[in-house]
């Protein structure tokens, strides 16, 4: 299982949010190229790096700066955040970045989308889809987690039909910057219905066994953010784990 740092930025610098809520943030540091040279250093072979600002905005804001980030250090970055173009994807590709999050328009304009995979290719794609609960149903959260989708989570996969995409990113909003460990059923869902993706862990992850457990249910990866800010583990640990 790839372990996925995470870097968010907003106005140039790396913070987190609790529950997706943009008036709920902690400052952790003013150097993002330093974290993520020290990650590297670490023995990261990924990255996982999101444009705040471009998320909330619904454009981007912040893709010069995940560019330099991308040929200053050496290690892969996976990284959105306001992708709503193709001009978006080509520029953060051209910078060096290795596959383009796309988040909100995976489920409101999957045509576009999947014109995207057959373009670039299905690995340079992750497909971010990102969730809150509603009664027994898991409903897409858009534009920077502001707006609820009108179809469901298995309805939005449906619309990428095996062999169509192949990374898939899903995160539970609710435990999102919480430290109450990763949505373990849900994603466990997931991987049952749909074994042709590869399914990347977000969202509360707090502790090594939450790493493993995350491996053992079939992920394919995890991302990993408050819990290394905080000190819960390091890099060199996950990846031992």
Known sequence: MIVYPAIDLRA????RLMHGRFD???HYDDAPAARLAAFAAAGATWAHIVDLDGAEAGRAMQHALIGELAAA??????????????????????AGVS???????AVSDPDTVSGWLDDFGADRLTLAIDVKADG?????????????????????LDRYPPGSAEHLLVTDVGRDG?????????LAQIVRRRPDLRVQAS???????????????????????RALYEGRFTVAEALAA
Do not use: H, Y
């Open 178 to 186: 919480a430290l109450t460990g990763p949505n373990l059923d849900l």
């Open 99 to 105: 596959r383009v999050v796309v988040g909100s328009l």
């Open 136 to 156: 027994d149903r898991w409903v897409p959260a858009l534009k920077g987690w502001t707006e609820a989708a009108a179809i469901d989570l298995w309805a939005a």
């Open 12 to 15: 140039g610098v790396c913070v």
């Open 73 to 94: 250090i050496d290690i892969r970055i996976q990284s959105g955040g306001g992708v709503r173009s193709t001009d978006d994807v080509q520029r953060l590709l051209d």
């Open 203 to 225: 969202g509360g992850v707090s502790s090594l066994p939450d790493l493993a457990a995350a491996r053992d249910i079939g992920c394919d990866g995890a991302i990993v953010g």
């Open 24 to 26: 709920a943030v902690t």
